[in-house]
């Protein structure tokens, strides 16, 4: 970017800007109906969201069946907080959600997920309003301002984001990032330093909330390449500078989330299943990254999985192509001084880039949510430009306006009807199942949530096709078993759920689960020892598995072990305090066992929980 031969910036472009966002300053309670316009409009489109289930899509790993979410209590809640932000989840670590989920179980409980719906639309309507905010400080007119509020506040993109409970780290972590990047921009404007106080906290926040964050500081640039006069080497490394603290910040972060996920295994430059190798990963990337800015336009074929293709296919390597007119496009607009052209293409490429699965993270190689903030770039541009038209042209504002209301219509309607696919695990998984027939995952999953719904046929249906695609699942023959087990009625129907049990060992001799659900179909054939040898070397795999425990106290009740019985109770209680009828169990085995002085304590202590809990 040296001075020579770069063309100068247009001072009239800089002086409009300048003007505008002096007026803009000045006026901002001028600003405020249209903003309230697009929360209105966003809380309509996402309002069949309010009447949704949790779904087995990482719902039961996040909050419904994590001990953490699970057991906690108003007495235990700042104790659950410190484990919280300790740990992680399923390899990601995005403490600040996963808190406030806790929150919700202490108010709410698992039975009312309207809440925890209402939570995430809240959450979302909040960060259409500083969408909404940050458009006006970067000098555009409330009618731009407004358009860029409903693209972002109704696109259907957003949908998995707003809909889906577990997506909260999105929403969560985009009104604190949005929150941080507008007192940038005030700060761009008034230059008071405790807009930089703020911005610190709300960039924390926002990184304990989503990984994503760690983006933040390079937004920031785009922000100073678009309001600053001019940008060239010097003023792009002392801007880079003066954010050096928001880069160590997004680091730390970077590599904690790293270790996360190389912890839980779901980190690769190789995927287990399709064996891309880096290269092919990089056209990968580049394929997806040219998915997301049609999408953008016209959002087609949305699911909630796009699992990776068995090969890799011939035209993922046409990609190329499309990454070409980009950065060729990025060159004009910066020669020619495009900047609203600019700014928005950087803004979606800084945010988007980390997302393009070139590492393999997870089971899909591209994902709606991932676009939440991202998107924004590509809004602003648009919005820019008409809001710009409108104030040029005002004769042509009718015209203009029918063809901008249609396309919001049909956002609005196609976000309206994408929030039903999440209604509960059986829609969500047949809307999957209607693009992608030959991917196990949405038939197990599909087949798990018939089961719990008592609809058997459906669910064995699922579990054999699923099988059919592949033999080798674990995972899936020890769901069918837990179907056999649950329903059996004769001795022929625990044999199959044992051949089901058997064939999920083979093929993973090291989960713990497997091995103490076969301990327990042992246990109803009358095989007492086998059960409890099934029961132990589960408990050794898997040591926090608390049914493991309930099941072998029972066993060792059977057999007048009460001692060991009774340790295995404890265990249980340790892990899943919440449980009355363990509790009734102890003070049961405490005086079977004539332990009379500590049955006492035991009932003491039991009530005066009992009495905190109440109170």
């Known amino acids: 970017m040296s001075k020579k031969g770069k063309k100068q910036t247009d001072p009239s472009h800089h002086q409009r800007k300048v003007e505008k ?8 309670q001028r600003s405020w109906k ?4 697009a929360i209105a409009v966003t809380c309509l489109c996402f309002l069949p969201s309010l009447n949704n289930e949790f779904v087995n899509w990482d719902d039961d790993k996040n909050f419904y069946e994590n001990p953490l979410i699970q057991n906690v209590t108003s007495d235990n809640f700042w104790a659950t907080t410190k484990e919280i932000f300790s740990s992680g989840v399923i390899g990601n670590y995005n403490p600040l959600s996963i808190w406030t989920f806790a929150i919700e179980k202490v108010w709410f409980g698992f039975d009312q997920p309207f809440n925890w719906h209402l939570d995430n639309l809240l ?5 259409v309003f500083l969408i909404y905010r940050i458009v006006i400080f970067l000098g555009v007119g409330w009618r731009g301002a407004l358009l860029a509020a409903l693209l972002f506040g109704i696109h259907p993109m957003r949908v998995e984001s707003v809909a889906w409970v577990t997506e909260r780290k999105d929403v969560l972590f985009g009104v604190f990032y949005l929150g941080a990047l507008l007192q940038y921009i005030k700060y761009k404007s008034d230059h008071k330093k405790i807009r930089w106080l703020w911005m610190t906290l709300l960039f ?3 990184l304990f909330s989503k990984i994503q964050a760690v983006s933040l500081p390079l937004s920031m640039l785009a922000v100073d390449y678009y309001l600053d006069k001019q940008m060239y080497w010097k003023e792009l490394v002392n801007a880079t500078i003066r954010k050096l603290p928001f880069f160590a910040l997004s680091l730390l972060f970077g590599i904690l989330g790293i270790k996360f996920l190389h912890s839980y295994g779901s980190l690769a430059t190789v995927d287990d299943q399709t064996h891309f190798n880096f290269i092919q990963r990089l056209f990968l990337g580049a394929y997806s990254f040219g998915i997301y800015i049609i999408k953008a336009i016209i959002p087609f074929r949305m699911s909630p999985l796009y699992p990776y293709p068995h090969e890799f296919p011939w035209y993922f390597y046409t990609s190329i192509v499309v990454v070409a007119l980009v950065l060729g496009l990025l060159w004009w607009a910066y020669k020619k001084d495009k900047k609203p052209v600019f700014f928005g293409m950087m803004f979606f490429i800084l945010n988007i ?6 590492l393999g993270a997870g089971q899909g190689f591209l994902a709606d949510r991932f676009t939440y903030i991202a998107y924004f770039g590509l809004f602003f541009i648009p919005a820019y430009y008409l809001d710009d038209l409108w104030a040029k042209k005002p004769q042509k504002t009718t015209i203009m306006a029918v063809i901008v209301g249609a396309f919001l219509l049909m956002y609005a309607v196609m976000t309206f009807q994408q929030c039903k696919v999440w209604q509960n695990s059986g829609t969500l998984w047949s809307h999957v199942l209607k693009y992608y027939q030959n991917t196990t995952l949405p038939y197990g999953n599909r087949a798990n949530y018939y089961r719990d719904q008592k609809m058997y046929k459906a669910a064995l249906a699922d579990y054999a096709a699923a099988l059919k695609l592949k033999d080798q699942q674990p995972q899936t023959y020890n769901s069918r078993a837990r179907l056999y087990f649950d329903v059996a ?14 064939k999920a060992i083979e093929y993973k001799s090291d989960d713990g689960e497997f091995f103490v659900n076969r301990g327990a179909t042992y246990a109803r ?12 070397r589960g408990l050794e795999l898997k040591p926090d ?18 001692d060991l019985a009774l340790n295995d109770i404890k265990s249980y209680l340790e892990l899943n305090p919440g449980n009355g009828d363990l509790w009734y169990e102890k003070g049961n085995v405490l005086n079977k066992l004539g332990r009379h002085e500590e049955l006492s304590l035991h009932l003491m202590k039991h009530l005066y929980e009992r009495i905190v809990t109440l109170v």
């Open 525 to 536: 054939l009358g095989e007492l020892d086998k059960a409890l040898a099934d029961m132990t």
């Open 34 to 37: 249209p903003a309230l316009i």
């Open 545 to 562: 598995h608390a049914v493991g425990y309930l099941n072998r106290s029972i066993m060792y009740q059977q057999i007048g072990k009460l």
């Open 353 to 358: 880039i980390f997302l393009l699965q070139i």
């Open 21 to 28: 966002l002096d007026q803009t300053v000045n006026n901002t």
């Open 123 to 127: 959450l979302h309507l909040i960060a």
């Open 204 to 206: 924390v926040l926002s």
């Open 489 to 502: 009625k004769d001795r022929d129907t625990l044999l199959l759920a044992l051949a089901d049990y058997n």
